[in-house]
């Protein structure tokens, strides 16, 4: 159980445009969703926290202009990289915790690429 | 947040026992010590969890200091799948899913065959 359902799996898009990633928790209520970056060969970095039906909270230095995040369902959060340029390219990775069996679960990431 | 250290790296023998040590110095008395791992291009897994004393399961066992200011997991017959980077965190005990925890750079585990 606990299953956290992250897609796309890899994107790659042209600078300038904007991409969404989703996050779903299949088979638990997620009312708090974390979303994390990760540049190579380093550790997830948190840049906020998603909260279903009100604002996300982020990370100092996280802009939140630029990475919108909606929390409209209990089981569903959405991140979008507005105007992406190459240095945003990364891997995000979603998270949620749920209370049975009392951990983190993440999804598995998507790898993002700004050409 | 309660910060935690680990060894950069660490390099076991397939099959042979590897114990991973984490330092959590700052912990709170409500602050359940996590342990996940990440293979390359994939979003962490769950390992184990703890509070105060031992615990085991099918994956690991987590061996928890008397102070709680650190803890180790233990691979019992270390695989080459187990070759990973394992990442111990702190997460305080609240009744929603809500509570961030905070990622160090976690200790890259090379397994040898």
């Known amino acids: 159980g606990a299953v956290v359902s992250q897609h796309p799996s890899r994107v790659i898009c042209k600078s300038g445009t904007s991409v969404k990633i989703e996050c779903r928790s299949l088979?638990?209520?997620?009312?708090?969703m974390f979303w994390y970056r990760q540049f190579p060969k380093q550790s997830l970095m948190l840049m906020a926290t998603?909260?279903?039906?009100?604002?996300?909270?982020?990370e100092q230095g996280v802009e939140k202009d630029k990475f919108l995040i909606n929390h409209a369902s209990l089981t569903l959060s959405t991140l979008t990289v507005t105007s992406a340029h190459p240095e945003d390219s990364s891997f995000y990775i979603c998270?949620?915790?749920?209370?049975?069996?009392?951990?983190?679960?993440f999804g598995s990431g998507t790898r993002l690429t700004v050409v | 947040d309660a910060k935690t250290t680990q060894p950069n790296s660490m390099e076991s023998n397939e099959e042979e026992p590897v114990h991973l040590p984490c330092n959590h110095s700052?912990?709170?008395?409500?602050?359940?010590i996590h342990w996940y791992r990440q293979l390359p291009s994939q979003g962490p897994e769950y390992v184990i969890h703890?509070?105060?004393s031992n615990v085991n399961n099918r994956m690991a066992s987590l061996a928890i200091a008397e102070d709680r200011k650190s803890s180790t997991l233990i691979l019992h017959r270390a695989t080459l799948r187990d070759a990973a980077v394992y990442y111990c965190?702190?997460?305080?005990?609240?009744?929603?899913?809500?509570?961030?925890?905070?990622f160090g750079d976690g200790t890259t585990l090379t397994v040898k065959p």
């Open positions: 088979d638990f209520q997620a009312t708090t």
């Open positions: 998270s949620a915790f749920a209370q049975v069996p009392f951990h983190y679960t």
């Open positions: 965190i702190l997460r305080r005990a609240l009744n929603t899913n809500a509570g961030k925890s905070t």
């Open positions: 703890g509070l105060t």
């Open positions: 998603s909260n279903e039906g009100s604002k996300a909270t982020y």
């Open positions: 700052t912990i709170s008395g409500t602050d359940y």
